[in-house]
């Protein structure tokens, strides 16, 4: 067992900073696209790559899990083991690395927990950085626990949605749900799924760190309602992870993400979309 323990899902450059360098301590650059910085990293940080191999490059759909035994390989691959702790951060804040966080819960890894601010912060503190480096990190011995009900597909949501047993938040942009704009991948319907809550997961962060619990409560209740048990979609199951995120801090636990999220529902199909109030499906 590992002396070092993170005080949560969410620890601070401070945190972070004055632990660096901690023998069951491993750093984790999930950043994708744009927000990744692979020159520069916090020092002996290595890549999550959720654009590459840490999601399944067989599927069709973007950013979904891998299988449990490709995941823990890359855990280990990544010099993980069952007693490291684990800090993932990203160049945007808290985007992709809520993610790489709850991939890790998901696969039955709990000492994990995301960089709030991720670099930006971490840079505005004036900590160092080090260029990428190549160095090979030692095997670790991670092992995957995969937990039923963390990631679900499309035929968990549509239940939720036809029997009100769960909320289904929609963390995408208020344009992209009302269906007002296209959506950035082509061949993808606009709208949202019926019965479905927007909750932007912007609005649960100021100045890219997330807000406090009791704000994120009041945030998530109020598009939740009554409902313990969340789900959460957007895009392509990244920034839903925001959502979770914050419905952990709130107090929630009962929480599920849609890993398809509307990179598989907004395709055209049978599952019911709703676009200026028509339902096509």
């Known amino acids: 067992m590992s002396s070092l323990t993170p005080p949560g899902p969410l620890v601070t450059v401070d945190w972070l900073a004055e632990r660096l360098g901690h023998p069951d301590l491993v750093v984790l650059d999930a950043g994708v696209g744009a927000h990744r910085r692979a020159e520069l990293r916090i020092p002996g940080a290595r890549v999550f790559d959720i654009d590459g191999v840490m999601s399944d490059q067989a599927s069709p759909l973007p950013h979904t899990m891998p299988s449990a035994e490709h995941f823990a390989q ?15 951060y990203d160049g945007a804040g808290i985007y992709s690395s809520a993610r790489a966080w709850w991939m890790l819960r998901a696969m039955g890894f709990d000492q994990a927990a995301v960089l709030d601010g991720g670099l930006p912060a971490w840079n505005s503190a004036g900590l160092p950085q080090q260029p990428s480096s190549p160095e090979v990190p030692a095997p670790g011995n991670f092992v995957a626990r995969p937990r039923e009900g963390l990631i679900v597909d499309s035929g968990v949501v549509r239940a939720a949605l036809d029997d009100g047993a769960a909320a289904v938040l929609d963390a995408r942009t208020r344009e992209r749900f009302a269906g007002q704009v296209e959506e950035p991948r082509p061949g993808l319907r606009r709208g949202h799924m019926p019965g479905a809550v927007n909750l932007p997961f912007g609005d649960l962060q100021m100045d890219g760190r997330m807000r406090p619990a009791d704000e994120l409560r009041a ?3 109020d598009a939740a309602g009554e409902c313990e048990r969340l789900v959460f979609s957007c895009g392509s199951g990244v920034t839903a992870c925001v959502l979770t995120l914050g419905a952990e801090l709130a107090g929630y636990h009962d929480l599920a993400v849609y890993d398809g999220s509307w990179g598989e529902w907004g395709l055209p199909s049978d599952l019911p979309v709703v676009t200026d109030l028509i339902v096509e499906g």
Request: aromatic share 0%; proline share 0%.
């Open 74 to 88: 890359q855990m280990r691959a990544l010099g993980v083991n069952d007693d490291s702790v684990v800090v993932v």
């Open 219 to 221: 945030l998530v209740s």
